[in-house]
């Protein structure tokens, strides 16, 4: 069947169904009724021969056929919206858009309330959606346009843009009341290595930047709590002896919310530059464009905002 054999307000359909995952979901995002959702549903079934939703244990899967749908389905509905629309330029006081951003909490503590702060005060219209970060399939993600950037050191693949969001090094928190951290002097190399620490291992990678410094000088460290997010920490160490090293932008945050002391790390640790990594395909799209600028502009009050922390 060819795209003049179907109902294109059926592959609007379709794409709300293939986001939601969810027939009432759809309907009420559709202002339709569950009943005319169902029906819906019913003849994409039969158009393209694949059940599409599926009943899963925690509610409804999509199957292989949808998987591949839904990218490409979403990145021809958008360029077919700006189209009808004569969408040329973007005008972020009226535009209405979804942006869809894969993060690590780390990042998003900082960068997103200067980023939703300028979004309400220039596009009121325009709403984000945090994925998570994942091990493998951010190459593909971002060329079908399922996600429209990804923020991480590095990700390689054809067609992939970058631009660099921010660079940052790295400190360390401690309890206010340590009884072995009064000064900021104290935390030499030596106690440093005889404190019990706090690791974040965001996809649960084993060792980390610190520990393989402190191997190339023949020293280690016992870590005492291994926890996948960066917002957990913060309150276990804040409550306990242990020591936490972290990007010093994020530890400049958690130090203003929590009984927390900033300190310098004690050991020369590589500062690092985090990219916005796009695909070439938007990089004419206005809209795209004037989310990689906002987030850059968000970033650097995240880093000035940072810099004036007191150590």
Not at 74 to 100: N, Q
Not at 135 to 161: M, Q, T, Y
Not at 257 to 285: K, M, S, V
């Amino acid at each position: 069947m060819g795209l003049s054999e179907i109902n294109l307000n059926l592959l609007h359909a379709l794409g709300v169904l293939l986001e939601e995952a969810n027939v009432t979901r759809a309907a009420a995002r559709l202002g339709v009724t569950q009943s005319a959702m169902s029906h819906t549903l019913r003849q994409l079934r039969a158009h393209f021969d694949d059940r599409l939703l599926v009943r899963g244990p925690r509610g409804m899967l999509l199957t292989p056929r949808a998987e591949q749908l839904r990218g490409p389905l979403r990145r021809g509905l958008g360029e077919l919206e700006r189209v009808v629309s004569g969408e040329v330029s973007w005008d972020p006081a009226t535009a209405s858009r979804t942006f869809r951003l894969v993060l690590g909490d780390n990042v998003s503590v900082r960068l997103l309330p200067p980023l939703i702060e300028r979004l309400r005060r220039e596009a009121p219209r325009v709403d984000v959606d945090v994925r998570p970060l994942e091990l493998r399939g951010g190459e593909a993600r971002l060329e079908s346009g399922e996600v429209d950037v990804l923020v991480a050191l590095r990700v390689g693949g054809p067609g992939l843009r970058q631009r660099a969001l921010l660079t940052d090094g790295f400190s360390c928190l401690a309890r206010v009341g340590h009884p072995e951290l009064a000064r900021a002097e104290d935390l030499t190399l030596d106690r440093y290595c005889a404190l019990d620490h706090v690791l974040i291992s965001p996809l649960g990678e084993d060792g980390s930047i610190v520990d393989t410094k402190l191997g190339l000088s023949g020293r280690q460290r016992r870590v005492a709590l291994r926890v996948p997010h960066f917002l957990v920490a913060p309150m276990v160490v804040a409550r306990s002896d242990l020591l936490l090293t972290a990007p010093t932008i994020l530890a400049a945050e958690l130090a203003a919310h929590y009984p927390l002391q900033l300190l310098p790390a004690p050991l020369e640790l590589e500062r690092f530059t985090l990219q916005i990594i796009w695909h070439e395909r938007f990089d004419d799209d206005p809209g795209h464009r004037w989310l990689r600028d906002s987030l850059v502009s968000s970033a650097q009050e995240a880093s000035a905002t940072s810099e004036a922390a007191p150590a």
